[in-house]
Structures are given as structure tokens and as C-alpha cells.
């Protein structure tokens, strides 16, 4: 499975950005997509992840009521919708997918295919 996560950039303190990651390979392998990031000198964190279905979504608490994530599996796409984004957000994001089902999977050890980050810069 192969991952190309695209749609970072700058934007401003409130803003909104919409990132993409296009699986391609054996995607009907996994069960999970989710987004993790990364800020310089820091650990990798979990963002939001969602079932194959689409029906099971989960968030990190630091961005809960303010990102979104969806899955579009006929384009073999997720997306995490990111509104009112703040200087914190900023980071290196990368999506992950994993092949077994849990029910929540917030460790980046859990997934087993990663693709290249996209920047999100947040001015304030």
C-alpha cells in the first residue's frame, strides 16, 4: 500500500485547510486510515483516524469539534478537513493505514504503511 498525502500549506491563525492522502496498492487490505503530525523536536501524535466504513471515527481531544476526517473509498482517499486552526497545529502531517481492525488505534506503532508528510504552517 502506497500513500501520497497532499494539500498543506500556510495559513493564517482561523483558517482552514483540507488535506488529502490517495492510497493506492492493496488498499482493501486495510481497515484504518488515519492522520498523525509532527512538530520539530517533537514526538509524533495521533490527530483522527477512521474505519474502511467511514462509520468509526475518532480524535485527538486537541483537535476535536475543530477537524474532520472522511474517508472516500470508491476514490481511495481520506481527508481531514482542518477549520479554525491555530498556531499549535503546526506540523508535518502524515497519514497511516493499518491492516487489522481495532477499534480505536491512536499509537503510530499500530499502523503499517506511512506516507510522506505535508507542512501546515499556522500564522498567528
Known amino acids: 500500500v502506497q500513500l501520497q498525502a497532499s494539500g498543506g500549506g500556510l495559513v493564517q491563525a482561523g483558517g482552514s485547510l483540507r488535506l488529502s492522502c490517495l492510497a493506492s496498492?492493496?488498499?482493501?487490505?486495510?481497515?484504518?486510515l488515519g492522520w498523525f503530525r509532527q512538530a520539530p523536536g517533537k514526538e509524533r501524535e495521533f490527530v483522527a483516524a477512521a474505519t474502511r466504513s467511514g462509520g468509526i471515527t475518532y480524535y485527538a481531544d486537541s483537535v476535536k469539534g475543530r477537524f474532520t476526517i472522511s474517508r472516500d473509498n470508491a476514490k481511495n482517499t481520506v481527508y481531514l478537513q482542518m477549520n479554525s486552526l491555530k498556531p499549535e497545529d503546526t506540523a508535518a502531517y502524515y497519514c497511516a493505514a493499518k491492516r487489522s481492525f481495532k477499534l480505536e488505534s491512536r499509537r503510530a506503532y499500530e499502523y503499517d504503511y506511512w506516507g510522506q508528510g505535508t507542512q501546515v504552517t499556522v500564522s498567528s
Open positions: 496498492g492493496r488498499t482493501l487490505s486495510t481497515s484504518t
